[in-house]
Nanobody, 122 residues
């Protein structure tokens, strides 16, 4: 069982930087690939980024490539999403999720955080 808790969201202006954190409970965090997803009002939950168990493999949605960076610290049982040059279209509730395998499909992820709001003003 893995419990996830996101933090670091808030209101920022376009072009600014934000860093999301997700801390996991449980002793087997290092076993899991971790992903970030987001859901804007009235839209489906979309993939943002994912990282494998040792941090050597990553995936990104095209919309965030070059702006967002996913990383993890297994000693702290944490995964991060560094968001640079944010845009109004990045506004959404952001979720972290855990799964055994690296992937971009939300239905493959077993454990989910409660989500955190990110709002980017223009």
């Amino acid at each position: 069982q893995v419990q996830l808790a996101e933090s670091g969201g808030g209101l920022v202006q376009a072009g600014e930087t934000l860093r999301l954190s997700c801390v996991a409970s449980g002793r087997t965090f290092w076993n899991y690939a971790m992903g970030w997803f987001r859901q804007a009002p009235g839209k489906e939950r979309d993939f943002v980024a994912a990282i494998n168990w040792n941090g050597l493999g990553t995936q990104y949605a095209e919309s965030v490539k070059g702006r967002f960076t996913i990383s993890r610290d297994n000693a702290k049982a944490a995964v991060y999403l560094q968001m640079n040059n944010v845009k109004p279209e990045d506004t959404a509730v952001y979720y972290c999720a855990a799964d055994r395998n690296l992937g971009s499909q939300s239905n493959e992820y077993v454990y989910w955080g409660q989500g955190i709001q990110v709002t980017v003003s223009s």
